[in-house]
């Protein structure tokens, strides 16, 4: 099964896509923690998009599109693939219709996910992020076990750089202006649907599942 999750920032994208891809064994893609593995690692990709993820800018679409593609065809995209961040604009999306034709893949479900500002604002200044293996923990909705560590690997935890409210905002407005735009492009497929991403992060999960076993 082959699954594209977009929404704004902190809807639960992260949250949400490593579960469902968990049920149904296919590779979580998440183009925020390929990039941030890649600034980690000091590769050329990496050198490249920092400055743009820290100011809270989409990194330039060469770069992004020719990721993705590496990762769809991979040994571990075999029995699928759930694209979380990607496309995050219509050239994107234009380039992965591309793509898939020319691997002969086709996607079976887009879901959008939705929730006011005030829970994506609440939500993304709350977020704790481990600083060894990217699980992800808020203060209040999904508190760690210890304090300051993470229950996954026992790292230290700490809050993403473009976790600020001055870059929050600034993504905020590059959503709109260049993701959303998204809705109109998928909007009318069968393949897409949109779920209430308002509650609480069980109740979430239930409706996607929902979505994509139809
Ligand atoms: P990326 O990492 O993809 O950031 P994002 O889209 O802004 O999404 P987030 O990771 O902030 O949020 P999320 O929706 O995954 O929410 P999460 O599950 O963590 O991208 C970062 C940057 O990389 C971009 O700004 C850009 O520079 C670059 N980039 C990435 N893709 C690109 C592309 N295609 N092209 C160009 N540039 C690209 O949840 C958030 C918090 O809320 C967590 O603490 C979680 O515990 C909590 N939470 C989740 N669900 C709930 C719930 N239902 N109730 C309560 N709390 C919840």
Redesign the pocket.
């Known amino acids: 099964m082959n699954i594209i999750l977009f ?11 490593a579960n469902l891809s968990k049920e149904f064994g296919i590779v979580h893609l ?4 390929l ?2 593995s890649a600034v980690a690692e000091k590769t050329d990709l990496g050198l490249k ?1 920092k400055s ?2 820290d100011a ?6 060469d770069l ?1 599109i020719g990721l993705i593609e590496e990762r769809i065809v991979a040994d571990d995209a075999k029995n699928g693939f759930l694209l ?6 219509v050239a ?1 999306a234009i380039a992965l219709n591309e793509m898939l034709s020319k691997h002969s893949l086709s996607l079976d479900h887009v879901v959008f ?1 939705d ?1 006011s500002k005030k ?1 994506l604002l609440e ?2 200044t ?3 992020t481990c600083s060894a293996c990217g699980f ?3 203060r209040h ?2 508190p760690p076990k210890i304090a300051g560590q993470c229950d996954q690997c026992a790292s230290p935890l700490v809050q ?1 750089a ?2 600020t409210e001055k870059v929050i905002s600034h ?1 905020l407005e ?2 709109a202006e260049q993701t959303a735009p998204l809705l109109d492009f998928y909007g009318n497929e069968d393949m897409f649907c949109k779920v209430n ?5 069980g ?2 999960y239930a409706s996607l599942l929902v979505a994509v076993k139809g």
């Open positions: 929404g704004p920032p902190g809807v639960g994208k992260g949250t949400q896509g998440a183009m925020g923690d990039l941030r998009a743009f993820m809270g800018e989409l990194v330039t679409d992004v979380d961040g990607f496309p995050r604009n994107q996910m929730a829970a939500r993304l709350g977020r704790l992800g923990f808020h909705y999904s993403r473009d976790d993504r590059v959503y991403a308002e509650a609480g992060m109740e979430v």
